[in-house]
């Protein structure tokens, strides 16, 4: 049995994918565990070969499984596919603007990280008429 594949994720779910076996009335179980201990609990039984675990995800790694089984019984377990998540931090809120003493000042409200340190912040601003953004230097990190 191949182990589950990580199709796609975001902050709200997981696509997971895994191969199909040949054979009639097969039936698959999926398995999950979140806390690195590798208790697995049964997520699904099911006879697609795609599932989305729709959640929020607060944890940053899980381990997945699968396993397939027919009217003679279970089949063995595949091997355990550990999802590390690396997620993007969340939007930033549209920044306050203030001019002081012929400075723009640009302020706002760090985002959610998704449990990922955000490493730097990027700032872009564009002239009045101008189609093009330009990269400013910041200080005051």
């Known amino acids: 049995m191949a182990m ?4 796609s994720a975001n902050v709200k779910e997981l696509n997971l994918r895994w191969v199909a076996l040949k054979g009639k ?5 999926l398995f999950g565990d979140n806390d690195g201990d590798t208790t697995f609990t049964s997520i699904i039984k099911t006879d697609a070969t795609t599932y989305k675990v729709k959640k929020d ?5 899980y381990n997945f ?4 089984s027919n009217i003679c019984g279970n089949g063995p377990d595949s091997l355990i596919n550990r999802v590390n998540l690396v997620l993007a931090p969340a ?3 549209k920044p306050s603007r203030i001019i ?5 000042i640009v302020e706002w409200v760090k985002p959610d990280p998704h449990g990922t340190p955000i490493l730097d912040y990027s700032v872009e601003v564009r002239g009045s008429g101008s189609p093009n953004f330009f990269k400013v230097p910041m200080c005051g990190k």
């Open 65 to 68: 499984k699968v396993r397939a």
């Open 25 to 29: 009335g097969l039936k698959y179980e």
């Open 91 to 93: 939007r930033v809120a």
């Open 100 to 104: 002081k003493d012929c400075t723009l």
């Open 57 to 61: 995800l607060g944890d940053l790694s």
């Open 4 to 7: 589950p594949e990580l199709e």
